[in-house]
């Protein structure tokens, strides 16, 4: 970092570099882009930033991110109520939607477990998960976790947790074969999973 920028820019460039995927570098290219087009970049950030703090909300019954409470999914009542898919985080809640893949709600996470960072149930919203699916409305839960060691771990615990607490069907997504996928690009793994996965042409 220059020692001539000044506090407030080092101020900016350190807060930036916290942000996932950028680092050191690419924070002093984002400030120096925000500062160079202050009045079409930088004071509509700092706007969107400000009311952004001021009005969004978590949702106390999934999770989501919203400017309401009870989120605007989890009250649309065209929604099924009785189908809830269970993502990680927010951002897995946005890429459902944007396939329009599923008429459900939702249910975030907020993380997996994972015995070396110290993440236990305790510290993700699984009770939550449980209260939810034993509330008689419930026939499904659709673990849409990713394909990872502590995503599939995750997904067991859920599956053993809702068994015992829940009387609902506990499903998973597919995995495998990617549309527009060629084979010969993809890892084993998939490959693997793809071929476990067959069904009926």
């Given at each position: 970092m220059a020692a001539s920028a000044g506090p407030e820019i080092e101020r900016l460039i350190s807060l930036l570099s916290k942000l996932p995927g950028l680092g050191p570098r690419s924070?002093?290219?984002?400030?120096?882009?925000?500062?160079?087009?202050?009045?079409?970049?930088?004071?509509?950030?700092?706007?969107?930033?400000a009311e952004a703090a001021a009005r969004v909300k978590v949702c106390t019954t999934c999770g989501s991110l919203d400017t309401q409470d009870p989120c605007a999914i989890c009250a649309d009542r065209s929604r099924d109520?009785?189908?809830?898919?269970?993502?990680?985080?927010?951002?897995?809640?946005?890429?459902?939607?944007?396939?329009s893949a599923f008429r459900g709600r939702y249910h975030v996470l907020g993380g997996l477990l994972s015995a070396?960072?110290?993440?236990?149930?305790?510290?993700?919203?699984?009770?939550?998960?449980?209260?939810r699916a034993s509330d008689g409305e419930v026939r499904e839960v659709v673990l849409a976790l990713p394909a990872t060691v502590d995503?599939?771990?995750t997904a067991h615990y859920l599956a053993d947790r809702l068994g015992q607490g829940a009387n609902v069907s506990?499903?998973?997504?597919a995995r495998g074969v990617p549309v527009g996928g060629e084979l010969d690009w993809l890892d084993d793994?998939?490959?693997a999973q793809a071929m476990r996965a067959r069904r009926p042409a």
């Open positions: 924070a002093r290219r984002a400030a120096l882009a925000l500062l160079k087009k202050r009045e079409q970049l930088l004071t509509p950030l700092a706007d969107a930033l109520g009785a189908l809830i898919c269970v993502v990680e985080e927010v951002g897995a809640l946005w890429a459902m939607e944007r396939a070396l960072d110290g993440v236990g149930p305790d510290a993700l919203r699984v009770n939550g998960l449980v209260a995503g599939q771990t506990v499903t998973m997504l793994g998939t490959i």
